[in-house]
């Protein structure tokens, strides 16, 4: 049977709002998603208006899904959330370089470098 996954979601349009807030989405999953997947079934099912990249190479190479997932920088695309648990999604920078919800200008400065490799 599947549960719900509630997502607590950063909403600011500086076009329409006059402060950011928080939209609570309750989605059904039968198994843990990505924090990505989560935010394409809540815009594709509930809320169209909700902004974010959704572009995403699925290995943290481009760096276009890192947002602030729990308080935490995470890439969105390898980020698993499970059924029964709450996850709050910020934007990685707000109000700097802000541009709607989570959409954030894209600069190499101001974002982490991504490890994809180790040294073995």
Request: hydrophobic share 40%; glycine share 2%.
């Amino acid at each position: 049977m599947a549960d719900t996954i509630t997502a607590v979601v950063f909403r600011y349009d500086p076009d329409l709002d006059t402060e950011p807030r928080y939209q609570e989405y309750r989605v059904l999953a039968e198994e843990a998603t990505s924090v990505l997947v989560l935010l394409n079934r809540i815009q594709r099912e509930m809320d169209e208006s909700l902004s974010f990249r959704s572009f995403c190479c699925g290995l943290q190479f481009c760096r276009s899904c890192l947002m602030r997932i729990n308080r935490k920088r995470r890439f969105a695309c390898i980020t698993l959330v499970k059924p029964g648990e709450t996850v709050t999604v910020d934007p990685l920078t707000f109000p700097e370089g802000h541009i709607k919800d989570l959409v954030v200008k894209m600069s190499d400065d101001r974002l982490p470098q991504a490890n994809l490799w180790k040294s073995i």
